[in-house]
């Protein structure tokens, strides 16, 4: 007959306290994201889960971190449709001389590319591919995230004798997205 607790006396160095998540992966995982944070704020910290899922090869720690991305793309969609909060709109701006070689969009739009993002981010947690194709995709999404990242942090306005313009001509209206 086994004892209960007998695998703590054949092997010692298991604990009850230990955790089968490290120490970095943990501490990434813990930082709280929620639609309070700004849309810089939201795709940075995407961009790091996703840097990390290249890396990683614990399984546990993978699938916690890919569950966290989701969580975190999830935000990042809502955060897309609400308004820009003025110190970002204050990033987004450059003076009337300056933004001739500004802006280099995307050829989709920021809230498919995030769809994009989220239906990779699926594909991985559903552990339904091979290792080199998990390898793949994770530095496809984390390609993506850059790219995303990047075009979101282009300048988009432009400050004129006027006031606030976007750079491709449109006029500025409350609640800019």
């Known amino acids: 007959m086994a ?5 703590t006396f054949a092997r010692p160095e298991i604990t009850a306290t230990q955790s089968i998540i490290a120490g970095d992966i943990a501490a990434l995982l813990k930082i709280p994201l929620g639609a ?11 961009q790091r889960y996703a840097d990390e899922l290249i890396e990683l090869h614990n399984h546990a720690e993978y699938i916690a ?6 969580a975190g793309l999830n935000v990042l969609k809502v955060v897309l449709k609400s308004p820009l909060p003025k110190h970002l709109i204050e ?16 050829s989709t739009d920021s809230e ?18 091979m290792p080199e194709q998990q390898e793949q995709i994770s530095e496809l999404l984390f390609e993506l995230l ?6 979101l942090k282009v300048p988009r306005f432009i400050r004129t004798t006027t006031g606030l313009a976007m750079i491709d ?9």
Do not use: K, W
């Open 146 to 151: 850059t790219m995303l990242a990047e075009d």
């Open 65 to 70: 971190l890919c569950g966290r991305l989701l």
């Open 36 to 46: 309070t944070h700004d849309l810089f704020q939201v795709v940075d910290i995407c």
């Open 91 to 106: 990033q987004l701006t450059v003076n009337e001389n300056n933004f001739a070689e500004c802006r280099n969009p995307l």
């Open 169 to 177: 001509g449109e006029t500025v209206s409350a609640g800019i997205h």
């Open 3 to 7: 004892i209960a607790d007998s695998n």
């Open 112 to 129: 498919t590319t995030c769809e994009y993002c989220s239906a990779l981010t699926m594909v991985l947690l559903n552990q339904q591919i």
